[in-house]
């Protein structure tokens, strides 16, 4: 209720989507809390390390655009709560 009372576009937001795999269970209760649909907006390339300790600001931000993949179709003309 207090994340509710708090945003006030609430309307203008079509879906809520996690970041693969920690946000999952977040991302869902926030979807159920506003009442707005759920769905699995990006995938992740499991075969990607870990780019959190990579070093090298460059190296880390083009490993992370393999790491995760936007689902199109998903997220094409929509407003979105990433979790």
Partial sequence: KLISKN?????EIDVVIPVPETS?????H???VLD????EGLTKNR???RTFIMSGKRS??????RK???????????????V
Avoid at 36 to 39: A, G, I, K, S, V
Avoid at 60 to 65: G, I, L, S
């Fill in 24 to 28: 999952r269970i977040s991302a869902l």
């Fill in 7 to 11: 945003m006030s576009n609430v309307s």
């Fill in 47 to 49: 075969y990607i390390g």
């Fill in 30 to 32: 926030l979807a159920k």
């Fill in 68 to 82: 995760l993949s936007p689902v199109i179709s998903v997220l094409k003309g929509k407003n979105v709560i990433i």
């Fill in 36 to 39: 707005l649909p759920y769905e």
């Fill in 60 to 65: 880390r931000a083009a490993t992370v655009r």
